[in-house]
């Protein structure tokens, strides 16, 4: 009896240790598959954060497949935890703008007159984001620039796909326009900022509320490493940056599939531009296109491509991608003539940076006013990550501070 428990301790140590083994090798060979530029700061710490990311999407797809918790549930739980917070500055309150929830955040002193506001749209691809994930910036924002700050929780994909989270956003800050006296708010000092795909959004509500008569205008938009367009995913920033963390770009065509089509796809044709038909690219190239991108940002091994055979089954799935409520590059220029002046954040080494620089061209070729800030050593989310220790990046605060500098101009 004693050899076979002492057996049965052997297997299960060996187990374990198989396991272990397993484990080491696949975090090992995840690892050995990011490419961290050298110019990029900290890469210990965006190893690890990769990491935390990575490994727990693991977990939630397994959760998942155990039929224990949907993996989006999940990562909004988690994420909850470690990045809602609470400060003795500032009063909190949610409320419902016309159906839609939001968080509204007051400085606790005493306003000398009417504040200024700003909406906040949390990033996350209208998938895993929302008020948990604008949290720490809506308090940095209401903190640094004296805001009244709105944070909109808006419906998610799958279960709510393309465009009911953008419409969402819509319908909040338009009820904020038109209430703002109700929060302390001066109505025509209301900027929209957005974070990753809440600059997206944010961007789709200026263009959409720009031409009614009865709201008033938003003063300014603030966009940080935002994508504008999905014509072309072979722009030299897609290419140089495929496999620079946090955003690999296999992984938000994958997520920007699920929030156009409310289901999972296979991306590999859509990386190469298989879903559109090459009389589609003709037509908007002339606000797409590597040739519009400076010169200094084809380096690092841009390759030019030539445009692929479409696919018509997966054009059919992808066809939505030219509407400017999810491609807002691609409005016409009477739109974008009635837009704010914008702030725009890129970063060297994030996949969205060409789009950002090609949406600074459309608005500075219409006469929109455009402050731009470029983190030469920047990476995708390098902003998102206020207040976890050890996690945060110094310089999130330096790069953080051209923003509120810019609000605080308003």
């Known amino acids: 009896?004693?050899?076979?428990v002492s057996l049965g301790m052997v297997v299960l140590y060996a187990s374990l240790l198989v396991l272990f083994l397993v484990i080491a090798w696949a975090i090992y060979q995840d690892q050995r598959r990011l490419h961290i530029p050298a110019e990029i700061k900290y890469p210990v710490r965006l190893?690890?954060?990769?990491?935390?990311?990575?490994?727990?999407?693991?977990?939630?797809?397994?959760?998942?497949?155990?039929g224990i918790q949907n993996k989006y549930r999940f990562v909004h739980r988690v994420a909850s935890l470690m990045l809602s917070k609470r400060s003795s500055t500032l009063t909190i309150k949610d409320f419902d703008f016309d159906g839609v929830p939001v968080r509204v955040y007051w400085p606790k002193t005493t306003p000398s007159g009417k504040r200024r506001g700003v909406v906040v749209i949390p990033g996350g691809a209208a998938i895993i984001g929302n008020i948990w994930e604008g949290d720490p910036l809506c308090h940095l924002i209401s903190q640094e620039t004296d805001s009244v700050t709105v944070n909109i929780a808006f419906r998610l994909a799958p279960e709510h796909p393309f465009p009911i989270p953008v419409m969402d956003c819509c319908t909040a800050t338009a009820h904020f326009l038109k209430n703002a006296a109700e929060f302390g708010v001066d109505p025509n000092r209301i900027t929209i900022l957005g974070e990753c795909s809440g600059g997206t959004f944010a961007t789709v509500v200026c263009q959409q509320l720009a031409a009614r008569p009865d709201l008033p205008k938003l003063c300014a938009q603030v966009l940080i490493y935002s994508y504008f367009q999905a014509i072309d995913f072979n722009l030299p920033s897609y290419q140089q940056n495929q496999r620079v963390p946090m955003l690999f770009k296999k992984r938000a065509l994958r997520m920007g599939m699920v929030y156009l089509t409310g289901k999972r796809i296979n991306v590999e044709d859509v990386m190469r531009n298989a879903h559109l038909p090459k009389h589609v690219w003709m037509k908007y190239r002339k606000w797409v296109s590597p040739d519009l991108i400076p010169e200094r940002f084809k380096g690092r091994g841009y390759v030019p491509m030539e445009w692929p055979e479409f696919i018509p089954e997966l054009y059919e799935q992808c066809k939505e991608v030219t509407n400017p409520m999810f491609s807002p590059l691609l409005a016409e220029d009477d739109v974008i003539r009635q837009l704010p002046k914008t702030f725009i954040l890129t970063c060297e080494y994030d996949v969205f940076r060409d789009d950002g620089l090609l949406y600074k061209k459309r608005l500075e070729d219409n006469g929109v006013p455009v402050t731009w800030y470029?983190?030469?050593?920047?990476?995708?989310?390098?902003?998102?990550?206020?207040?976890?220790?050890?996690?945060?990046?110094?310089?999130?605060?330096?790069h953080l501070r051209h923003v509120t500098d810019f609000i605080n101009s308003i």
């Open 1 to 4: 009896m004693a050899f076979l």
């Open 47 to 66: 190893r690890v954060w990769h990491g935390i990311v990575r490994y727990g999407g693991v977990m939630a797809f397994l959760l998942e497949k155990l």
């Open 374 to 398: 470029h983190i030469e050593d920047g990476f995708h989310c390098i902003t998102a990550v206020i207040g976890i220790p050890l996690l945060e990046f110094p310089t999130q605060k330096i």
